[in-house]
């Protein structure tokens, strides 16, 4: 792997292809090409990243962001670390990787992929010095550039999976609520909350989307009114606060979202919005589905309140739309995040099939095999 340092946008243009998926994520073997999301959906940039440390900011910054999305860049952000390494020994290339993979776990805090992905970076990263048998640091980082390009591979089939799981939950003519965006831009493929809708398409089965906004950072509005028009997908945008108007008028027969953390008492971490989503659902008698990959969820957090929450800037709120929009110096709280207690779940969907409550059984019982 060349050892090329710097960053380069190496294509802008105005308005996507139709039709054309866009991929979040595309490692070229010496970098990594990031579509920048927050430029979305007016232009398309992707980024050329040759270090840790831009991929580091790229999920700060949120360039790439999503659950699982986050998860497989900080895995090629371990490829790109562990590949600056100048020593020869074994132990220093393991404490070397250990220190990427520390760094990289401190750009974001909620989503667990993030370090469900280096932990299994890690984990690899000990196999294949004893694998190799001594071998070479070239060996080294080639198993570890394996292990990335396996997670994102996986993603793919795990998403598709959760959406073959969720689709008999649909029927044709459904209208289907969902918030953020937990689509194909969040993972390497389908995505997770927005599979079924896919896979409903591909079955020639017709479902009503409608897509809250997101405020404050409008990943509805930007990203999943995005892709779901791009593959030409029924997909009606909202402003977050016209959902309960819609449930009320009969229009919406299921929640589905994504999630960054799924705790083990059933009780989820998902963008901000989620929960009230969840309590108007209750209150119209509409099921409230979660989808999940079994890399959001963590058995190691016992309650939603466990799981910390995110909080970003002030100027995301005070600043929208291209202009000031609150009065110098107000006060602002900005939780990227909340936990929709378990109660409000109606079912949880991942890879390996749907689980509903008791959840701090049913979620354990995924793992059992
Ligand atoms: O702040 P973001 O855009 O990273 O938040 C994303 C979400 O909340 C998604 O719903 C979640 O990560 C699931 S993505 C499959």
Known sequence: MSKKKGSTPVTSAKAAVSGQALSSLVWKGDRLSMLDQRLLPETIVMLDLFTAEEVWDGIHA???????????????GVVLGASAYDGTDAAGWLEHVHGVCGHLATSRPTAVNLFWALDRMKKRAGEVIAEAGGGQVEDWNAGLEHEAVAIQAEDEEVCRQIGVHALPLFE??????????????ATAKYGTALAPMY??????????????????????????????QQAGIDVTLLCDNMAGMVMSKGWVQAVIVGTDRVAANGDVANKIGTYSLAVLAKAHGIPFYVASPLSTID?????????????RSAEEITESFGKRTAPQGIKVYNPAFDITPHEYITAIITEKGIVQAPFSDSLTALFAD
């Open 172 to 185: 044709d003519g459904m209208g289907v609520l969902t918030h953020c965006n937990a689509g194909g831009l």
């Open 62 to 76: 949120m360039k790439v962001r999503g659950a699982p999305a986050i998860g497989m860049a900080a895995a090629y």
């Open 299 to 311: 058995l190691q957090t016992a309650t939603g309140a466990d799981i910390p929450i995110e909080e």
């Open 199 to 228: 896979l409903a398409q591909e079955n020639g089965i017709h479902l009503k989307v409608f897509a809250d906004e997101t405020r404050p950072v409008l990943q509805g509005a930007r990203l999943t009114a995005f892709e779901l």
